[in-house]
């Protein structure tokens, strides 16, 4: 079984800076299709970035320009910088993973807590 672990979160002001990290418990992060998701209090889970085994990359509107996704090999780690922050992007960010012969992802982290204040 897959584990997948976020951390990095926390409380910033508007304009700020954070950088999440994933960590995956079997195989190396270059193996895989991952992705973060965002979910606010009271909205639906949503897509963020996503990078394929590749290093191919996709990204929500509302992040371009000012979210990066990439992999490390080296640490094995996935990681979202998050930069020019705004309040809107206060949510639970989840870090998710499968092969990328899968339809979904169907690895999930637990998720870690991103607060932005104006």
């Known amino acids: 079984q897959v584990r997948l672990v976020e951390s990095g979160g926390g409380s910033v002001q508007a304009g700020g800076s954070l950088k999440l990290s994933c960590t995956v418990s079997?195989?190396?992060?270059?193996?895989?299709?991952m992705g973060w998701f965002r979910q606010a209090p009271g909205k639906e889970r949503e897509g963020v970035a996503t990078?394929?085994?590749?290093?191919?990359?996709t990204y929500a509107d509302s992040v371009k320009g000012r979210f990066t996704i990439y992999k490390d090999n080296f640490e094995n780690t996935l990681y979202l910088q998050m930069n020019s922050l705004k309040p809107e992007d206060t949510a639970m960010y989840y870090c998710a993973a499968d092969g990328c012969g899968s339809a979904t992802l169907n690895y999930w982290g637990q998720g870690t807590q991103v607060t932005v204040s104006s």
């Open positions: 990078i394929d085994s590749g290093g191919v990359t």
């Open positions: 079997m195989g190396v992060v270059s193996w895989y299709c």
